[in-house]
């Protein structure tokens, strides 16, 4: 296998190995790496592959690889570098008559004008005779320097590559797919980056068939069909899918030139789905509503006992809306997973956001199911909390009945039967339940996280006063 070396986007690095990993699998392309050499702080990697047309192929649709190069030499100093370029002149002739330019850029760093000259002559014992074309090379030859991300970078770079150029990643689709240039919107559309990396985690390809439950203004539904995928989404609330007069989700798939691909958008419940029992989707990619821009909300009512109001025994009347009630974060996601089991076909992908609080999060948290298999979970932090991006794949046939792992999710509340010793009597098995059960760090979420901001406030007006205070006390 070749060495070559990626050089990475500097953003949301908890996800770059993860849309690696699926991107190795949508182009089945076998590849290699030392992953205790990936850090989160440094974009480059160091990676075997085949190939150069396997390499070009790996990266193609990538978000979060800026480009991948043919590694020529890698050393601390500049003098290891130039001593692994020399030891295989058998490259050089290639590209003897070839057009070509070097970049020289420093992560972390800044390089002059004076320095990227002085290191470009370095290496003028390659004795390419072709021209120098700056706009439209033949070929590109790359000198990246890592000084890491100190506030004050060192004198000496940490890590030095050098290597030709092979392919760029697609990273232009986040600007085609800009929220900023998208006609219809709404406060709950996920953010372009984030949208394309989900389809990529998805699996997303030409005939394939991916659903969104809770699809909202449908970015997920964009982006899969972006990559070749016939997509469609459901959502309880049908305002969100209609929109306004000229800008709706229809608007937007006219934008993106998508018909024929995104096949449709539905209006119902998902607990109350109108789906036969068959193999219907290859993707799951949604973002399960958890109530800090929409609340998550259910067919219900939050009094089971009141009675409904009818007409003539029916709710045929034209104007009539079910009741709904709210839908507990822990709810949403023990019904997607089983919903996700039970309609993916073998193989197939669910990818979706679990926000928590970074305080209680913990890996046991996330809900499980016996056919679903964890592929990974990445964070996005945003101080208290985050909100993780979390890939399974159905690896086995659904069994009728099987529930998704109550020890983390729904049963928090009623876990006397998991939770009973056989040397206990019933009374003290009843005291350790209280004392050992956790509660996930999404439960309630949309309580904790409006209660957080509502303690912040009342931090900052005290303090507020204090200072008001203080200033009478000084005018005094």
């Known amino acids: 296998m070749t060495k070559y070396f990626i050089q990475f986007a500097q953003s949301h690095e908890e996800f770059r190995l993860p849309e690696l990993e699926s991107l190795a699998q949508i182009e089945n392309v076998k590849i290699s790496y030392n992953k205790e050499e990936y850090k989160n702080n440094c974009p480059f990697l160091i990676i075997e592959i085949d190939n150069e047309e396997e390499a070009t192929r790996l990266v193609k649709r990538a978000i979060l690889i800026k480009n991948i190069y043919e590694l020529w030499g890698v050393g601390k100093i500049y003098e290891d570098v130039h001593t692994q370029v020399k030891a295989k002149p058998e490259r050089w002739p290639a590209y003897d008559y070839k057009s070509f330019k070097f970049i020289v850029s420093a992560f972390g760093s800044t390089c002059s004008s004076d320095y990227q000259i002085r290191i470009i002559d370095s290496f003028a014992y390659l004795g390419f005779k072709g021209d120098i074309d700056l706009k439209n090379p033949e070929v590109t030859f790359g000198v990246l320097e890592d000084y890491g991300l100190d506030s004050v970078p060192p004198l000496e770079p940490f890590m030095i590559y050098f290597g030709r150029l092979i392919a760029s990643g697609n990273r232009d689709l986040i600007q085609t797919f800009n929220l900023k240039k998208r006609k219809y919107i709404g406060n709950t559309s996920m953010d372009a980056e984030l949208s394309l990396i989900m389809a990529n985690q998805a699996l997303a390809v030409p005939g394939k068939l991916i659903y969104d439950p809770f699809v909202g203004t449908g970015s997920f539904l964009f982006t899969c069909a972006q990559f070749g995928s016939f997509t469609m989404g459901s959502d309880i609330d049908g305002r969100q899918i209609r929109g306004q007069t000229d800008r709706s989700v229809k608007s937007n798939v006219e934008q993106y030139h998508l018909q024929g691909k995104v096949l449709d958008t539905l209006v119902f419940d998902i607990c109350h789905h109108p789906w036969r029992d068959n193999l219907w989707f290859d993707a799951i990619v949604t973002d399960p509503p958890?109530?800090?821009r929409a609340g998550a909300k259910t067919l219900g009512r939050k009094n089971p006992t009141k009675r409904p109001l009818t007409i003539d025994g029916t709710h045929e009347g034209k104007d009539y809306y079910p009741p709904t009630k709210p839908y507990e974060m822990s709810e949403v996601l023990s019904d997607l997973l089983e919903f996700a089991a039970r309609f993916?076909?073998?193989?197939?992908?669910l990818v979706y956001w679990l926000p928590t609080l970074v305080d209680e999060y913990s890996s046991s948290d996330l809900p499980e199911h016996s056919s679903m298999r964890l592929v990974s979970n990445s964070e996005q932090n945003f101080g208290q909390w985050s909100r993780r991006l979390v890939t399974m794949e159905k690896f086995k046939d659904n069994i009728i009945g099987e529930r998704t792992n109550i020890h983390n999710v729904?049963?928090?509340?009623?876990?006397?039967?998991?939770?009973?010793?056989n040397d206990?009597?019933?009374?003290?098995a009843e005291t350790t339940n209280t004392k050992e059960k956790k509660k996930p760090g999404h439960y309630l979420f949309r309580e904790k996280y409006f209660s957080s901001k509502s303690d912040k406030k009342q931090i900052w007006t005290r303090n507020k006063d204090q200072n008001r205070d203080d200033d009478t006390d000084n005018t005094t």
Do not use: A
């Open 410 to 421: 729904r049963g928090v509340d009623n876990l006397s039967s998991v939770y009973k010793k």
């Open 290 to 292: 958890y109530g800090v």
């Open 344 to 349: 993916l076909v073998l193989g197939g992908r």
């Open 424 to 428: 206990v009597n019933s009374n003290e």
